[in-house]
C-alpha cells in the first residue's frame, strides 16, 4: 500500500491547478461514484488529479490508482480498496478502469458494501454503460470529456477567459458576443492554430512532435482499446486502421457501403459496425439524414472526422477546407449535446429545428433560402450580419 501511496502523491505534488476543463466545474463532486469517459489524450487523469489536490489541501485522504498498474495483477481492487480504506482514505479515483477485468462488478460491489468512501473512475470512451454485466447506469454519474473547445483552447493557450454560450445565445445575439470576444483577442488567427493542433492538450508539450504524438494516440485506440469491445473480430483490427485512413482522404464521405466493403474485403453489416466503432472511440462523427435510425446496422449519410487535428496527424495533405470547417462545426455541437442531422436542404440540421450551412467568407443564402431558422456559419470572418455567424464562435458552447 505504501508504494501505491507515493506513486499517487508524486503525480499529485506535479499536478498543475491554473487550467480546470469545464467539465470540472459541472460535476457535482458530492455523489459517491462518478464515472468519466472520453478518448485518449483529452485530460481525464489531469481532471482527476486536480479534483484529488483539492481534496488532499482540505486534510482529506485521498488516493490515484491506475488499474493498469502491476499491483492490480497480483491483488484485486476491491482488497487493496478495503486495505487503504482502513487506513483512512475516503476518496478513490480509478483510472483506465476497462483495463481491468471485471472491473464493474468489483467497483459496484465496493460502492454497494461502503457506504463511508467516493469513487471517481475513468475508461475509454467505448465503454458502453447500459451494456455492461452489472448496473453501474443507475448507480454513477456519468459524465463525457471531449477533446478542447476552442473557447478552452484560448484559456488554455492564451490564458484569457470567456463565458460558454448556448446555441440559442449565439444565434439571437452572435454580433454582441463576438464584439466582446475581439475586445480581448483576434480569434480568427487563434482559431486556425486551434483547427491543427489545439483539440488535445498534451499538444502544449511538443507542438513539433504533437502530430507524431497524436498518430501514436490513434494507433492504440484501434490496437488497444477497440480490443475492449465484445465479439470484435481481431483479425480486423488492422482493417480498421485502414478504413480511417480511407475515410480521412475523403471527408466529408457519403460512403457506398458496398465498396467500401469490397476494398476492405469485410462484409456490409461488419464496415456498417466497424463505423460505429469509429464513432464510439471518438475518432469520427457518423451523421444520419433526418427522421432516420442511427443503429449499429443504419449506415450513416455522411462520416466526418471526430476533430479537426487528425487531419494532422493523419497526413492528409492540403485537406479540404468545407471537410475542416464541417468536421469543427458538428465536432462542436455534438460535444455539447445537440442533436446533430442532414436535412434535405443545408449541411446540417440542428435539434430538428436550425438548419446550418457551412463555409468560407462568400458563401451565399442559395443552398437555405426559403427555410425557417436557417444560418451561416462562415470561417474567415471576425464579426457576422443577420443570419451568418463566425464559424469560430460555436466552439464558445462548451
Known amino acids: 500500500m505504501e508504494e501505491l501511496r507515493i506513486k499517487s502523491a ?61 499491483s492490480f495483477t497480483k491483488t484485486r ?12 482514505v475516503k476518496y478513490f479515483f480509478l483510472d483506465e478502469v476497462h483495463k481491468y477485468p471485471d472491473w464493474a462488478r468489483e467497483i459496484k460491489n465496493i460502492y454497494d458494501f461502503y457506504h463511508d468512501i467516493s469513487i471517481v473512475f475513468t475508461g475509454s470512451s467505448i465503454i458502453n454503460m447500459l451494456q455492461l454485466p452489472v448496473d453501474l447506469s443507475r448507480r454513477a454519474l456519468i459524465h463525457e470529456l471531449p477533446g478542447l473547445s476552442f473557447r478552452e483552447f484560448l484559456e488554455y493557450d492564451q490564458n484569457i477567459v470567456f463565458n460558454t454560450c448556448t446555441l440559442e445565445q449565439i444565434i439571437k445575439d452572435h454580433q ?19 483547427l491543427s493542433n489545439g483539440y488535445y492538450p498534451f499538444y502544449k508539450e511538443n507542438k513539433a512532435s504533437y502530430p507524431t504524438r497524436l498518430l ?23 482493417k480498421v486502421f485502414q478504413l480511417l485512413g480511407i475515410l480521412s482522404e475523403h471527408v466529408p464521405f457519403t460512403p457506398n457501403i458496398n ?89 446540417f440540421l440542428i435539434n430538428h429545428q436550425y438548419t446550418f450551412e457551412v463555409g468560407g467568407r462568400q458563401k451565399g443564402y442559395e443552398q437555405i433560402a426559403g427555410i425557417p431558422d436557417s444560418y451561416i456559419a462562415s470561417a474567415d470572418i471576425e464579426l457576422g450580419v443577420k443570419n451568418k455567424i463566425p464559424l469560430w464562435l460555436f466552439g464558445f458552447l462548451y
Open 259 to 347: 465498396d467500401l466493403s469490397k476494398k476492405l474485403a469485410m462484409g456490409r453489416n461488419t464496415l456498417v459496425q466497424y463505423l460505429h466503432y469509429l464513432e464510439k472511440a471518438r475518432l469520427i462523427n457518423n451523421i444520419y439524414a433526418s427522421g432516420k435510425g442511427f443503429g449499429k446496422l443504419e449506415k450513416p449519410g455522411k462520416i466526418l472526422l471526430e476533430n479537426t487535428n487528425l487531419f494532422e496527424a493523419l497526413s492528409v495533405i492540403n485537406p479540404d477546407k468545407g471537410s475542416v470547417r464541417e468536421s469543427f462545426f458538428a465536432s462542436q455541437l455534438k460535444n455539447s449535446g445537440y442533436n446533430i442531422e442532414l436535412p434535405a436542404k443545408g449541411d
Open 176 to 194: 454582441s458576443l463576438a464584439s466582446k470576444v475581439l475586445e480581448k483577442v483576434q480569434p480568427v488567427m487563434l482559431f486556425n492554430a486551434y
Open 10 to 70: 508524486a503525480l499529485v505534488n506535479n499536478q498543475a491547478m491554473n487550467f480546470k476543463r469545464t467539465l470540472y466545474h459541472k460535476i457535482d463532486w458530492t455523489n459517491r461514484l462518478i464515472g468519466i469517459l472520453g478518448s485518449r489524450g483529452t485530460g481525464k487523469t489531469t481532471l482527476q488529479l486536480q479534483k484529488l489536490k483539492e481534496i488532499t489541501s482540505k486534510g482529506e485522504d485521498a488516493i490515484y490508482l491506475s488499474l493498469d498498474d502491476i
Open 216 to 238: 501514436q494516440v490513434i494507433r492504440l485506440v484501434i490496437d488497444y482499446d477497440l480490443a475492449f469491445i465484445e465479439n470484435i473480430d481481431h483479425q480486423n483490427i488492422r
Open 77 to 88: 481492487l476491491i482488497q487493496i480498496v478495503e486495505a487503504l480504506r482502513l487506513e483512512g
